[in-house]
């Protein structure tokens, strides 16, 4: 990744869970950030009307405060290029850029753009997701759509709004905990959009790595131990091993994986230690691409664990565990072992 490459973060979340709040007080007020945010919608503008230059097509426009908004109903990547284009000619200034796909958007395609190896590599990073979790109507949306499933998956981070309007703290703690439990990757808190200062707001927003191949950023709750979620819809399995993995059998086991789930297994990342290689193996993946680079290596007698989190929609954990679990290497195969392979999927 270039030192000069631009962070970008996907803000998404379902309808009515307060993205349009966000954005207006990141267009609107004087934080003192240079954003250029990216309204990537299907039809009509999401934003504020005055504060857009409507003419039908894209629009790019520099606002008071610093800020960009630009509006794309075109290729992403296309729009991206152009927005760095005119960064580097002075025409425009920004530092990081935030995307805001349409409330009823599967975030995937999104997050494909900036992993499949294309030019927007080149200028910019993902950073993140970040999904907005409506406190109040939030469980009921994610019992009804597939979309609002998927949104919960990609996050990184979920922000929980309108918790002022739940009963009690312990209401909004059971919330904290049952959004969780469908994605134990991503770090979950309460935030009032509306009132939060902006230390606070960026803090949560920004540096988040959870696309980064140096290492892999895990909620809290999983350095715990093997903790395993599974529900009906919407959950997430987690994969932990104390031995190496024969890296020929986990090609194979993520091969078998991929061809059961296919776009259902929206979520793959973890760090393996794979038999033979001194380095930890940074794996992240989204709806079957998968993609591995090796971070720092082992320190002598450290512990090889590997930790493996898979994020879909109706996953077996009983079947994907034991798929998992077939890869570890006995003690007994250690002397056995030569050259590791380690080929993905596809």
């Known amino acids: 990744m270039s030192v000069a490459a631009i962070p970008v973060t996907v803000l998404t979340g379902f309808l009515g869970a307060g993205k349009t709040t966000l954005v207006n007080r990141l267009l609107r007020e004087a934080h003192g950030r240079r954003f250029?945010?990216?309204?990537?919608?299907?039809?009509?503008?999401?934003?504020?009307?005055?504060?857009?230059?409507?003419?039908?097509?894209?629009?790019?426009?520099?606002?008071?405060?610093?800020?960009?908004?630009?509006?794309?109903?075109?290729?992403?990547?296309?729009?991206?290029?152009?927005?760095?284009?005119?960064?580097?000619?002075?025409?425009?200034?920004?530092?990081?850029?935030?995307?805001?796909p349409t409330g009823l958007a599967d975030p995937g395609p999104i997050v494909r753009t900036f992993m499949a190896g294309t030019a927007v590599q080149a200028r910019y990073f993902l950073d993140g997701v970040v999904t907005l979790f409506d406190g109040l109507n939030g469980l009921r949306s994610l019992g009804e759509s597939v979309e609002?499933?998927?949104?919960?998956?990609?996050?990184?981070?979920?922000?929980?709004?309108?918790?002022?309007l739940l009963d009690s703290a312990a209401a909004v703690e059971a919330l904290v905990a049952k959004v969780g439990a469908v994605n134990s990757v991503a770090v979950v808190a309460a935030i009032d959009l509306l009132t939060a200062p902006w230390d606070e707001m960026f803090d949560k927003l920004l540096q988040l790595r959870?696309?980064?191949?140096?290492?892999?950023?895990?909620?809290?709750?999983?350095?715990?131990?093997?903790?395993?979620?599974?529900?009906?819809?919407?959950?997430?399995?987690?994969?932990?091993?104390?031995s190496p993995l024969d890296g020929a059998r986990l090609t194979a086991a993520l091969a078998a994986?991929?061809?059961?789930?296919?776009?259902?297994?929206?979520?793959?990342?973890?760090v393996l230690a794979i038999h033979g290689l001194r380095s930890r193996i940074i794996l992240q993946g989204v709806q079957g691409l998968l993609q591995t680079h090796a971070s720092t290596p082992w320190r002598m007698f450290e512990p090889q664990r590997?930790?493996?989190?898979?994020?879909?929609?109706?996953?077996?954990?009983?079947?994907?565990?034991?798929?998992?679990?077939?890869?570890?290497?006995?003690?007994?195969?250690?002397?056995?072992?030569?050259?590791?392979?380690?080929?993905l999927p596809g």
């Not at 990547?77 to 920004?94: H, K, M, S, T, W």
């Not at 059961?260 to 297994?265: A, C, K, W």
């Not at 798929?323 to 290497?329: A, F, M, P, T």
């Open 148 to 164: 609002a499933q998927a949104q919960l998956a990609y996050a990184d981070r979920v922000l929980v709004t309108k918790t002022d």
């Open 36 to 100: 250029a945010v990216i309204e990537n919608e299907y039809g009509a503008v999401n934003v504020d009307a005055d504060l857009l230059v409507n003419g039908g097509g894209e629009t790019i426009v520099q606002l008071t405060n610093g800020c960009v908004c630009c509006t794309v109903r075109g290729d992403l990547a296309d729009a991206l290029e152009r927005l760095a284009a005119q960064r580097a000619a002075g025409e425009i200034a920004f530092d990081h850029v935030l995307i805001e």
């Open 210 to 242: 959870g696309y980064q191949f140096d290492r892999v950023v895990f909620a809290p709750a999983l350095t715990d131990g093997n903790r395993v979620e599974h529900s009906r819809g919407a959950g997430s399995v987690m994969f932990a091993a104390e």
């Open 306 to 343: 590997t930790q493996l989190v898979l994020i879909g929609r109706d996953l077996d954990r009983d079947w994907l565990l034991q798929q998992l679990g077939d890869c570890v290497v006995a003690p007994a195969e250690s002397s056995m072992h030569g050259v590791p392979m380690l080929r």
């Open 257 to 270: 994986i991929d061809q059961r789930y296919g776009e259902r297994l929206w979520r793959i990342k973890g």
